[in-house]
């Protein structure tokens, strides 16, 4: 009987460069997810042998998440769902299932689209390891939060900076940064921004996978995607003032 195909790789295993602890980056290579649709999903972790709950709680995924004040922990208002993907790739790595092996990733990821961190800051990450896994790929998507500490001027090229508020997107614009704004149902869409096709403002009309609009970084002469805060803890959203 042939041996099961893995369903993911590890691409990266060493200090994170937020802060230096271990972390791990695992590329699955096949996903349900409806909003992205079958995109390379990739996950950061924490490498400690604790589940993503639990470093969240202890503050331990600032490794992966740098200062992001959407953090769980902290009172934030991240979206993802702790106990879903990142828990079941944790366990996955814990139970040994994914093989060490970056190249075969960039394989499987040659003509599709990739995201990078469906769980964690591209920045925790070495710029060379998304730049191997995306050279053949159609494209990707990725946003950190880390644009104004410049931990994350290594994957701007490739990545979007996060804005939590118009100041923040015009700062980021000044940068020359392409933004990605979660906004209030009550605050309107700005100039050179649009409304993310993938949200329920605009009635999921496209997929991450076929819309593409997130592809490309910085000096990417494209406009912003905009997107009203979601997921089960989007009622503690206040924007975030700039600093």
Not at 32 to 40: E, I, Q, R
Not at 49 to 64: E, F, Q, Y
Not at 114 to 125: C, E, F, I, Q, S
Not at 154 to 177: I, P, Q
């Amino acid at each position: 009987m042939a041996a099961k195909k893995p369903s993911g790789y590890i691409i990266y295993r060493g200090k994170s460069l937020l802060n230096g602890d271990p972390i791990i980056a695992v590329a699955i290579t096949n996903s349900t997810n409806a909003k992205t649709g079958n995109m390379v999903q990739t996950y950061i972790l924490v490498d400690n042998g604790m589940s993503p709950k639990v470093n969240s709680i202890s503050l331990a995924d600032a490794a992966i998440c740098g200062d992001c004040k959407h953090r769980q922990g902290t009172g934030g208002v991240c979206y993802v769902n702790l106990g879903h993907g990142p828990r079941a790739v944790a366990d996955g790595i814990n139970r040994g299932i994914y093989p060490d092996n970056l190249a075969m990733a960039a394989t499987l990821s040659a003509g599709r689209m990739v995201r990078l961190g469906t769980y964690g800051d591209p920045a925790a990450v070495p710029a060379i390891v998304w730049q191997t896994l995306l050279l053949n790929a159609k494209g990707s998507t990725g946003y950190s939060h880390q644009w104004k500490t410049g931990k994350a001027d290594h994957v701007m090229s490739f990545c979007m900076a996060s804005a939590d508020n118009e100041a923040d997107r015009v700062l980021a614009l000044s940068k020359g940064f392409r933004t990605f704004r979660v906004r209030s149902s009550t605050e309107d869409v700005a100039a050179g921004e649009f409304i993310c096709p993938a949200s329920e403002e605009a009635g999921k009309r496209l997929n991450c996978e076929s819309c593409g609009a997130c592809n490309g970084g910085i000096n990417t002469k494209k406009a912003g995607p905009t997107i009203i805060v979601h997921g089960t803890l989007k009622s503690r959203f206040i924007p975030i003032q700039s600093i």
